[in-house]
């Protein structure tokens, strides 16, 4: 019933305009329940063991991809905070790689990140791999943090401030609205083929 549930919000959603024009991918979605079914079932396996269904993230990512309309909602639907942390490998939880790779996706489907400033204090670790940009490293005058970075080395995600987190998810539940309303590009590369545009931060 999810799907239905989410068919109705977005169908309900008002541009700011007035206007009510709805994406072709949405309107098909509440005509054939069992087109949006398969949409739910990838973004809820986001994150889980690949071993499980023998299935990636990243093919995941190129389906979620053919209808973004649909599927960006459902990923800002998705965002949790998450406790405020490095996450090695042996911390990583089902619940931050759920939030992460859901991040990913929606980097990767519209090609935009969001950032957001912290009251908070940073340790180093925080400001070398979240305080940036585009790149690690590059000018960042506004010191608006990312979400979540890696620790290539370690294999790991460091997670920003909650305050940061927070303002994030409801940026891109923002964005989620226009979405829903408009036609999005589709990505140049499948998801494979362009990792390192969407998977070090989002």
Request: overall charge neutral; glycine content about 4%; aromatic content about 10%.
């Amino acid at each position: 019933m999810f799907h239905r549930q989410l068919l109705k919000m977005l169908l309900c959603l008002p541009l700011a305009s007035g206007q009510a024009v709805f994406a072709p991918t949405v309107l098909e979605a509440a005509a054939a329940p069992d087109f949006a079914d398969k949409f739910v079932s990838a973004v809820q396996s986001l994150g889980s063991a690949n071993t499980e269904s023998g299935i990636t993230d990243e093919e995941r990512f190129d389906l979620l991809a053919s209808a973004p309309q649909l599927t960006v909602p459902l990923l800002a639907a998705q965002l949790r905070t998450l406790p405020r942390r490095t996450y090695f490998t042996t911390v990583k939880t089902p619940e931050s790689r759920h939030v992460i790779a859901c991040l990913r996706a929606l980097h990767y489907i519209s090609g935009h990140t969001f950032s957001a400033r912290t009251q908070a204090r940073l340790s180093d670790d925080e400001r070398q791999f979240l305080d940036f940009d585009k790149t690690i490293g590059d000018s960042n005058a506004g010191h608006a943090l990312h979400f979540f970075a890696v620790w290539m080395s370690r294999d790991a995600e460091i997670v920003a401030p909650l305050d940061v987190q927070k303002a994030i998810i409801e940026k891109w539940r923002a964005y989620a609205q226009e979405a829903a309303h408009r036609s999005l590009p589709k990505p140049a590369k499948p998801a494979a083929q362009a990792k390192d545009q969407w998977y070090w931060y989002g």
